[in-house]
């Protein structure tokens, strides 16, 4: 016989949602969206399952190692089920979308399935709200994601927020510049993800200089923006350090109190971010509340190359605000009046009936959880009783 523990059990990674913790997120999720809507962001919702060959495109690429998979028994074509919901807002935006004016504005939000969790989220199903900007290639685009990543998390209560800034390609372009082979560049990369001066300059040899300087350079944004501007590298590559200076300035003439960072270094989590890109934090909470940037979008042309946005992680959202507090619920004898117990509710009180015509009013009310009870007609609080 199956114990109801055993019932309960569920494979690692994966929880159920209980009160009051599912209506917290659900109306969360509802308040970042209204935010992005107020700014011109119209929702999209993109399908939980695609075929694996249109889920996995462009930057579904990246993904691919997390994404489940599974045969279609109408289709006899494999499926992919969603492991992150950037790919497919790109899909939608390349061909559902493609006649709609650019810049195109759209968000989402919705859940997402990983065959891994990592050592700072173990959850292997969580959600995921975010917003593209397509189309867009302009410095201003780029400010305005930041900002608007910013202002909502604000909005629903998150405090002391940072922003980390990034150029995720920066490191491997400057090294292929420099003439570090392919092998090499891979190391440089994972000697930089450690901080580790050492191997380094081990690895770059002669040309280790720019790439320890990057580390140095890590920090408050003004300071690593003067940094940066002393690494020698192209015209190419300083036009998007000067880029970066300039989003920084934008960024900081609309939200002066927004601490801002830059790690010239960093590109975890960030490996199809083709330019700007950045990852946002709020002080005292495990692991990054989102991530975003420009990305390239898949397919040919120059909107591939000018689509930005973010994507916020619902699980560590909700780790930076209170837990919530419960609803003021009234109990309602079983004899009261519908109409009654409509009006109630317009005054934005939470209403349970009660069903049994014998129940103890009080009793009963106390052992449903409520916090009120309705006695011949007048609103009694449960601790006055």
Known sequence: MTTA????????????GLPPFAAQEAAVVERLIACFAAQGYERVKPPLLEFEDTLLAGAGDDVARQTFRLMDPLSRRMMGLRADMTPQVARIAATRLLNAARPLRVCYGGQVLQITGSQLRPERQFGQVGVELIGAPYERADAEVVLLAAEALAAVGVERLSVDLNLPRLVGDLAAELGVGKPDIVKLRQALDRKDVSAVTSIAGGQA????AMLRAAGPAPAALEAMAR??????????????????ELIGAAAPDLTLTIDPAEHRG??????ISF?????GVRGELGRGGRYNAGDDGEEAKSSTGFTLYMDSVLRALPKPEGARRL?????CPPARARDLRAEGWVTLAGLDDGAATRAEAQRLGCSHVLLEDRIVELGGI
Do not use: N, Q
Request: hydrophobic share 50%.
């Open 279 to 283: 990852i946002v934090f709020a002080r």
């Open 231 to 248: 690494i020698k590298m192209s015209a190419t590559l300083g036009a998007e350090v000067a880029r970066l200076r300039r989003v920084v």
């Open 209 to 212: 200089a720019p790439f320890t």
């Open 270 to 275: 960030l490996e199809y971010h083709t330019g």
């Open 5 to 16: 523990g055993e019932k309960a059990l569920l494979p690692a990674g994966f929880a159920d």
């Open 331 to 335: 109990y309602l004898p079983a004899d």
